[in-house]
T-cell receptor, first 115, second 109 residues
């Protein structure tokens, strides 16, 4: 199993450009999450999904949109990139099947620079 | 004040030393997660615990729910343990995590 994968690994955008980050998991997990990691700050939740076709806002959702059309994929979109969105983005997934076990599994990250 | 506080923020140790990283939280939790992140690397799960103590190799994690405190111990530290150690707590719906800012550990020869 590949676990959680992210595409691309690196990207440089100019201000105002758009892009989509793809997260895929092969563990049949119900829950998926997008985080951003910035220096000196803990990971912060952008958006999450509790199932196919369902998404919800996290702590820092502004400037991002998400979609979960298939259970295994969770897409994060930047409609008009801004330098403040320069960050490392992590995707994660978890399962609701194991009661009491909420463990999240993380992807390798995408390093995004907006100039 | 952050809901999850870690100390110290930075830690330098010599190979072989016993290391302790602390995590305190101010909210009710269902479980706590210790994670490891190597420079430029992804995030790896070390432990998830909701009570007591867990051990894996040279790593030991403890949690005191009443005191809202957890510790991660590394025995006989090694340079390959150099990484950022992150504490995160599960706070309810949808298995959402709240993260500490991490402890950067450097182990030297």
């Amino acid at each position: 199993n590949a676990g959680v994968t992210q595409t691309p690994k690196f990207r440089v955008l100019k201000t105002g450009q758009s892009m989509t980050l793809l997260c895929a998991q092969d563990m049949n997990h119900e829950y998926m999450y997008w985080y951003r990691q910035d220096p000196g700050m803990g990971l912060r939740l952008i958006h999450y999904s509790v199932g196919e076709g369902t998404t919800a806002k996290g702590e820092v959702p502004d400037g991002y949109n998400v979609s979960r059309l298939k259970k295994q994929n969770f897409l994060l979109g930047l409609e008009s990139a801004a330098p403040s969105q320069t960050s490392v983005y992590f995707c994660a997934s978890s399962s609701i099947r194991d009661r009491g076990s909420y463990e999240q599994y993380f992807g390798p990250g995408t390093r995004l620079t907006v100039t | 004040k952050n809901e999850v506080e870690q100390s110290p923020q930075n830690l330098t140790a010599q190979e072989g030393e016993f290391i302790t990283i602390n995590c305190s939280y101010s909210v009710g939790i269902s479980a706590l997660h210790w994670l490891q992140q190597h420079p430029g690397g992804g995030i790896v799960s070390l432990f998830m615990l909701s009570s007591g103590k867990k051990k894996h190799g040279r790593l030991i994690a403890t949690i005191n729910i009443q005191e809202k405190h957890s510790s991660l111990h590394i025995t006989a530290s090694h340079p390959r343990d150099s990484a950022v150690y992150i504490c995160a707590v599960y706070t309810g719906t949808a298995s959402k995590l709240t993260f500490g800012t991490g402890t950067r550990l450097q182990v030297t020869l």
